[in-house]
């Protein structure tokens, strides 16, 4: 499964041409997830590019040469009120903010899970949703960051996906955009406390050391005179 897998974690302003034909690919797969997706929760139509262009990184599935999934990240300080103000955070109660922000210096925030349709249901021969979820948790992981936060769709089971990969429920059942959701903590020390980390963990960790070794080797490629 791995040899046409591929999970690519860059600055979507990466100048480097080998990181912007990415970059390109993985923003035009993300607009059309998302622009169905919202049309379906709020009837909007329109979606600005600066929730793409403005993330400090976007880790990006691969199958072949093809952009199937991605997921936002991005380190904040909650400790800090202008982060708590983040439109991220707007159905977070403030107190459950201000909680983290005293336990943890800085906590990942992934977001815009992000899954084309074509891999929803494993018909490829593996399921898409899992391996995404943890590839997710293989970065953070990696990332040494103490926490994770999450806001996960209950009504498309990823708060059920997120628990079986070791998080921890914050509140559960809030509404979002007219659905339920769950907001979740990784917390890095106890997934170090687990020797199976969940569904695909092994898998995530192998095609994500892989992938980070190609992507250092190929932004690193100068073009030829």
Known sequence: MQNNLRFYVFNPRDPHPFAQDVILKSYQMWHE????ALGELDGATDLKSDDFTRQQSVGVLFHNDQPIGSVFFSNVDLGLSMWRKDSYFAAWPEATMIELGQRY?????????????????????FNGKQLLSALAVEHFFNSRLPAMVGTMRVNRGMHTLCYDLHAAP???????????VDLILFDQQKL??????GPMAKEAAEIYAISSAEW??????????
């Not at 914050?170 to 339920?180: C, K, N, P, S, T």
């Not at 250092?216 to 005179?225: E, F, G, Q, V, W």
């Open 33 to 36: 997830v998302w622009v169905a």
């Open 192 to 197: 170090k406390d687990k020797t199976l980390r």
């Open 105 to 125: 210096p800085n906590v990942l925030v992934c977001s815009y899970f992000t899954l084309s349709s074509g891999f929803r249901r494993g018909t490829q021969g």
């Open 216 to 225: 250092r080797r190929r932004t690193s490629l100068k073009l030829a005179a």
């Open 170 to 180: 914050l509140i559960q059942g809030l509404e979002m955009h007219g659905v339920a």
